[in-house]
């Protein structure tokens, strides 16, 4: 069979012009896709800016499908997923940044991180503190570690906690002294539950050689002393802490004097209180200081008028309603009204106020219920702030 050279001639040139415009339909298309991405993405961005976060979500879904191998908009997907409690949809995104094989080292540790968070969020403690234990010797160590903190702290393990806390203070990231003691308190107060006082003792004692002017330590170790029939020692620690820690005197003024009482100490107790209060007037040290005179036949007729010297002070309508229940009034008949008229109204005046989130509890916290904070709780109550 003959080969004709000639439509050899004849389709070079026609294969030419298809390969040319097949070149410039992919072109266009790849320009055009390149062109949609951006676009989606901007109109992400904007949604986003406009707190439009619905909106914003299906835009970067849109932009991600256009260009699968964005990491960024996978990372603003994520993070939008979780920022709308999504938690489930977030982990999938951030696990499918980890399973590519083409991520940077940075990417990699920022996804895992940003996985540990979707799984902090969610309340997945278990597999948060697994994720986050990936990222030591990471850009991102510090942060995990301070989320390792929060879960511990949260989960009460506080051997773990007190654990990371030192890695954070020797690394720099801060002073970690007061949580410490404060951990070693608590496992003391578990120690206690469980019946083992003596080891209880070991630990607090280990708390205030650790945070010698906190005064968290001294109470505990002033409540086991009296408990266990040791009333002189307590009264020396709580004399100690007086010292030490003098801003703590309206959290310890009622067991000064309850412990001077036990302890025959009752003229010591009520001159280590009149000093405070003549230092810094406060309505517990008074109330500590009333009780002990009431036990005086000598002091008590003007123990109650403590109240009334205190309202020169300061305009306390705690105090005014203290005096006011011992009184007797003209119209003696409508006394109970009055009087329990004035303690609703002063019930939310002796409450305790967070100075980090404003939450308001009937006792002192050395940890904030509402958000976590320790330390967060002043000793005056609400009405003294």
Not at 185 to 198: D, F, I, N, T
Not at 209 to 230: E, F, H, N, S, V
Request: with cysteine; hydrophobic share 45%.
């Amino acid at each position: 069979m003959d080969f004709d050279l000639g439509w050899i001639l004849l389709g070079l040139p026609i294969a030419f012009v298809l390969g040319w415009l097949a070149s410039r339909f992919d072109l266009r298309q790849l320009r055009l896709e390149n062109r949609q991405a951006p676009k989606a993405y901007f109109k992400g961005l904007n949604f986003l800016l406009n707190e439009q976060q619905d909106q914003a979500i299906d835009a970067f879904i849109e932009a991600v499908q256009k260009d699968p191998d964005t990491s960024e908009l996978h990372f603003a997907l994520g993070n939008l997923f979780r920022r709308r409690g999504e938690y489930e949809r977030a982990v999938r995104v951030h696990e499918h940044l980890l399973s590519r094989g083409d991520l940077s080292t940075l990417d990699r540790d920022r996804s895992q991180h940003a996985l540990a968070l979707d799984f902090l969020k969610a309340g997945l403690l278990d597999r948060a503190e697994a994720a986050l234990r990936k990222l030591e010797a990471t850009k991102y160590e510090a942060q995990s570690r301070l989320a390792l903190l929060s879960i511990y702290e949260r989960s009460r393990d506080w051997p773990k906690a007190s654990a990371i806390a030192k890695k954070l203070e020797d690394a720099g990231q801060g002073s970690f002294i007061g949580r410490l003691s404060h951990y070693l308190c608590e496992q003391a107060a578990a120690l206690v539950v469980s019946k083992q006082p003596e080891a209880a003792l070991l630990l607090v004692q280990q708390a205030i050689a650790t945070a010698p002017q906190a005064p968290r330590p001294r109470i505990d170790m002033a409540a086991l002393q009296q408990k266990a029939g040791q009333l002189a020692d307590a009264f020396a620690t709580l004399q100690t802490l007086a010292d030490t820690a003098p801003i703590a005197m309206p959290l310890i003024a009622s067991m000064i004097a309850r412990v001077g009482l036990e302890a025959g100490l009752g003229a010591e107790a009520l001159a280590l209180l009149e000093a405070s209060y003549a230092q810094s007037p406060s309505l517990d040290v008074l109330e500590a200081i009333v009780t002990l005179q009431s036990t005086s036949p000598a002091l008590a007729a003007a123990a109650r008028f403590r109240y009334v010297q205190h309202l020169g002070h300061e305009q306390s309508l705690v105090a005014a309603a203290r005096w006011i229940a011992g009184e007797k009034l003209e119209h003696e008949e409508f006394h109970p009204q009055v009087q329990r008229a004035l303690d609703h109204a002063t019930k939310p005046l002796t409450r305790y106020r967070c100075a980090a989130c404003g939450f308001e509890a009937k006792q002192h916290f050395w940890q904030c219920p509402g958000c976590q904070a320790w330390d967060s709780y002043p000793a005056r109550r609400v009405e003294e702030l």
